[in-house]
C-alpha cells in the first residue's frame, strides 16, 4: 500500500503495532512487559538505596523488588522517596535506568513538570495556528493549583489537524494526572501510572495517516506482510542494491555492523554501498532494538569519500527519536556511534529471554 499504514494485530498473542510507508516496514511497538518488568514510560515511586560517589549517581528500589539507576544524585540521601519515569530498557543483570525529569505524553501534547512555559513543535509554522495552539494551553493551565509552579507545555504537531475541544480535553486529563502524581506524598517503591501498550503507543506517537490507513485484527500482522518482515530481521545479513550486503552482530560489548560490496570491489561500489547502509542503518537499528555503542566497518574506500558518507550519516539520523550521538573515524578507519536503548531488542522479544 502505498502511503503510511498503521498495523494493529498480535504477535505471540501479544498486542503488536507496525508503521508502514509505501510498504515497507519503519517502526514497530512490541510489547515487552514480560521481559522489561518496567517499560520505558512507567512512572513509579522509587527509594533511594545506594549513593554511588564515583559515579554521581543513586541506586533506587523500584517496585517488583527491581533496581534502578539515576544519574543525578543532587539533594537525595539513603531511604529517600522519589518519584521517577523508566527512561530506557536494562541490559541483562543491569539496573533500569531512570529519570527524574518526568514527560506525561499524549497524542497531542506534552506535559513537562520541569520545564514550565508554552511550546509548539517547530514543525507547526503557520503563526495563526501556534496562537490558538498556545491560547488552548493558557486556558487548560488555568485551572492549575495557584499555590505551585504551572507546569510546561509542548504542543506536537498532531495537533495541527486536530480539533479543539479534542485537545484541550486531552491536555486537562494529562494536567490532572500531572498534579495527581507530582502530589503523591505516600511512601515506599509502587508503580504511579503504567507504560501504554502497543496499541496505545501507535495511536499517540504516530500521526494519523490517511483515512483506511489503519488496520486492526488479530491477524493483520499476517495479512499485511508484517510477520514476514519481522522474520527478516532476524537475520544478521541485510541486502542493499548493487549486490552488496550490510550484516549486523549484537555483542554484549557493543554492536558490530560489517558492509561488503559483493563481487564488485571498485572504489564507485564501495561507496555506493556504504551511502545504501548509511541510510538504512537508524531503521535497521530501531527495528531491532539495538543501541549502546556501535561500530561500523564499511567497505574501503578512499579517504576523500569520507565527508560524504558522514553527510549521508547525519542526515539519516536526524529526524530518528532515539538520541543519537555520531562519534566518528577512529584511527583504524572504523566508524562509532552511540544510540539511547529506548526499547528491548527485537531478538529477546521473540525468543523470551
Given at each position: 500500500m502505498k502511503g503510511r499504514q498503521v498495523i494493529l494485530g498480535r504477535l505471540n498473542g501479544a498486542e503488536a503495532a507496525a508503521l508502514t510507508v509505501d510498504g515497507r516496514l519503519e517502526d514497530l511497538v512490541l510489547d515487552a512487559s514480560a521481559l522489561a518488568g518496567l517499560p520505558p514510560g512507567a512512572i513509579c515511586r522509587g527509594v533511594v538505596d545506594r549513593l554511588v560517589k564515583g559515579q554521581g549517581g543513586v541506586f533506587l528500589r523500584l517496585p517488583d523488588g527491581l533496581r534502578g539507576y539515576l544519574r543525578d544524585r543532587s539533594g537525595l540521601s539513603e531511604g529517600q522517596t522519589i518519584t521517577v519515569q523508566v527512561a530506557g530498557v536494562a541490559e541483562p543483570g543491569k539496573a533500569v535506568p531512570v529519570t527524574?525529569?518526568?514527560?506525561?505524553?499524549?497524542?497531542?501534547?506534552?506535559?513537562?513538570?520541569d520545564a514550565p512555559g508554552i511550546n509548539v513543535s517547530r514543525r507547526l509554522q503557520d503563526p495563526g495556528l501556534r496562537a490558538d495552539l498556545i491560547g488552548i494551553g493558557e486556558d487548560?493551565?488555568?485551572?492549575w493549583?495557584?499555590?505551585e509552579t504551572a507546569p510546561g507545555i509542548i504542543m506536537r504537531s498532531a495537533a495541527a489537524e486536530a480539533d479543539p475541544g479534542d485537545i484541550r480535553a486531552e491536555l486537562v486529563a494529562q494536567l490532572e494526572l500531572a498534579a495527581a502524581v507530582l502530589g503523591d506524598q505516600a511512601k515506599g517503591a509502587e508503580l504511579l501510572v503504567d507504560a501504554p501498550s502497543p496499541w496505545e503507543s501507535a495511536w499517540r506517537d504516530w500521526a494519523d495517516p490517511a483515512p483506511g490507513a489503519i488496520e486492526q485484527s488479530d491477524d493483520a500482522f499476517d495479512i499485511h506482510g508484517v510477520s514476514d518482515?519481522?522474520?527478516e530481521l532476524t537475520d544478521p545479513r541485510v541486502a542493499l542494491p548493487g549486490g552488496g550486503a550490510m550484516y549486523i552482530e549484537p555483542t554484549r560489548a557493543l554492536v558490530a555492523i560489517d558492509v561488503n560490496t559483493g563481487a564488485d570491489t571498485s572504489p564507485a561500489a564501495a561507496l555506493k554501498a556504504n551511502i545504501a547502509a548509511a541510510?538504512?542503518?537508524?531503521?535497521?537499528?530501531?527495528l531491532r532494538g539495538l543501541g549502546g555503542q556501535v561500530v561500523v566497518d564499511f567497505a574501503p574506500m578512499p579517504?576523500?569519500?569520507?565527508?560524504?558518507?558522514?553527510?549521508?550519516?547525519?542526515?539519516?539520523?536526524?529526524?530518528?527519536?532515539?538520541e543519537t550521538v555520531l562519534t566518528g573515524w577512529t584511527g583504524l578507519g572504523l566508524y562509532e556511534l552511540t544510540r539511547k536503548r529506548d526499547r528491548m531488542p527485537l531478538a529477546r522479544l521473540l525468543g523470551g529471554a
Open positions: 527524574s525529569r518526568i514527560l506525561f505524553r499524549g497524542r497531542h501534547s506534552i506535559v513537562t513538570p487548560a493551565l488555568n485551572g493549583r495557584a499555590t518482515a519481522i522474520a541510510r538504512d542503518l537508524p531503521r535497521q537499528l530501531r579517504k576523500r569519500d569520507r565527508g560524504t558518507l558522514e553527510q549521508q550519516l547525519r542526515t539519516a539520523f536526524r529526524n530518528e527519536g532515539a
